[in-house]
């Protein structure tokens, strides 16, 4: 058992998918077999006419492949947009949520999905250029720059736009003026995977127009574009104030703001460590993750000198 597995995974890794003999697609569940075994996509199975094994003439049967299933749908495959530079590989079941955050699939304009008006589709990588070309006014918002928002009107709704980029990322900054809800809402959300969006956080300043003293702020987490800014709105996970509040920020129907979108450090490597350490510490300490390997060392000298052979036996068994 203990040797099947990996070997189980190493040819999970290397295999390279089965295509089906007619229609040259990539196999997937399910696969129909002919009398003599050969095995046949599922679409070619039911419209095959006269239903006959390409290959061998026999007749195709409703018997499944499952061994083949199975493998199909354990192993790896790469991300269509691999030619456009997607690296991902992904079991399929994964492969639609993948695709939907997929930085290199073809995209609208964003723009364009808000208000209409632009049909212009392309990769992430040309994005920008186009808001350079098409989209100006909704372009040039830079991070801890004032924003300045023009004919802003709380008995109005409303919508401010722009696409910011920072460092190789993209992220969309949406505000929304709402009556009905009788709020203004602000929004960063990251165009690129749910993962890339959490390890972002964003801050809105809204600065008072009228006291330069008041300014409110927010600390909020990214979210990606897959999800509607309405929906992070209505769930409340962004920056938010009663319109009747907004007035006192608002001088001459112009309204100012500041944004800052800061990366999160990864702190995954912290939290292995002290699994590990608790997996090497046999003794349960007081802080659980908190005793570092030298601890250990430093408590097993005494032990040695004081408590005898005994707690020195422990020590190397707890060790080894
Ligand atoms: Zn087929
Ligand atoms: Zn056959
Ligand atoms: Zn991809
Ligand atoms: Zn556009």
Not at 159 to 186: G, S
Not at 259 to 287: H, L, M, Q, S, T
Not at 292 to 303: A, E, G, I, L, W
């Amino acid at each position: 058992m203990a040797t099947a597995k990996p070997n189980k995974k190493a040819a999970a890794v290397a295999i390279d998918l089965p295509e089906c003999p007619v229609c040259m697609e990539t196999m997937s569940a399910p696969i129909f077999q002919c009398q003599s075994g050969h095995s046949l996509c599922n679409s070619c199975t039911q419209n095959l006419m006269p239903p006959i094994c390409p290959i061998c003439r026999q007749n195709l049967t409703q018997m499944r492949n499952w061994q083949l299933e199975e493998i199909v749908a354990k192993a790896k495959v790469p991300c269509p947009n691999k030619s456009a530079g997607c690296v991902y590989t992904m079991v399929s079941v994964d492969m639609e949520e993948h695709l939907k955050e997929c930085i290199f699939r073809e995209m609208e304009c964003p723009l364009g999905i808000v208000f209409g008006k632009c049909s212009w589709t392309g990769k992430l990588k040309d994005m920008m250029e186009h808001f350079k070309e098409r989209h100006t006014d909704h372009c040039n918002a830079t991070s801890d720059e004032e924003v300045e928002l023009t004919n802003v009107d709380i008995k109005n709704d409303d919508r401010h736009f722009f696409l910011v980029a920072q460092t190789k990322f993209l992220f969309i900054i949406t505000v929304k003026i709402d009556t009905l809800q009788n709020m203004v809402y602000w929004t960063i959300q990251h165009i690129g995977s749910k993962k890339a969006a959490h390890d972002h956080i964003y801050e809105i300043h809204v600065l008072s127009k009228q006291n330069p003293r008041r300014k409110v702020v927010f600390t909020e987490h990214c979210f990606n574009d897959a999800i509607k800014p309405e929906e992070i709105f209505r769930q409340g996970k962004c920056a938010a104030l009663p319109l009747e509040m907004l007035v006192h920020y608002i001088k001459d129907k112009k309204l100012s703001f500041r944004f800052f979108i800061k990366r999160i450090p990864p702190a995954p490597k912290a939290n292995k460590n002290d699994k590990g350490d608790g997996k090497n510490d046999n003794k349960p300490g007081p802080k659980g993750p908190g005793p570092k390997p030298k601890n250990p060392n430093q408590d097993s000298k005494p032990k040695q000198n004081g408590a005898g052979p005994s707690g020195k036996g422990n020590k190397n068994k707890a060790q080894a």
